[in-house]
């Protein structure tokens, strides 16, 4: 059995996991939302060439986290060899669900490599 390029794969990548469990450890969240990580799973991921736009599935029956937990996600920063000016992802929570990540970086193209991010938070909140 072929195994789908990570791009095709309905699972979360190591780095998009990395992105979210650093986005939602600290512990004024709600832990429902690390839980929706165990359970999430790739509806569609788009690259840009500069990033990509991942689109996240969490099951219906799957506790929602009361919709205005969601509204100050803070921004995960990317540190990559190949990119001097970094990479931000910024996540979308809507309905109370981990809607999607969207990642871009400052300067140049994304690299092939996802393996040498160094993944911490930012300063400030996605929409603030």
């Not at 004024?28 to 599935?57: C, M, N, Y």
């Not at 490599?113 to 911490?120: A, L, P, R």
């Amino acid at each position: 059995m072929m195994i789908p390029p990570a791009n095709e794969s309905p699972e979360l990548t190591a780095l998009e996991r990395s992105v979210l469990e650093t986005a939602f450890s600290s512990t004024e969240f709600d832990s429902s939302f690390r839980e929706q990580i165990d359970v999430a799973t790739v509806a569609v991921r788009t690259p840009s060439g500069v990033g990509f736009i991942t689109k996240l599935r969490i099951p219906e029956e799957y506790h929602v986290v009361d919709a205005a937990a969601g509204n100050a996600v803070p921004v995960v920063i990317g540190d990559h060899p190949a990119l001097p000016s970094g990479a931000e992802f910024i996540l979308q929570v809507k309905d109370g669900r981990i809607n999607c990540i969207e990642a871009f970086c400052h300067e140049g193209m994304w690299p092939a490599d996802e393996t040498q991010f160094q993944i911490h938070l930012g300063q400030g909140y996605a929409g603030h």
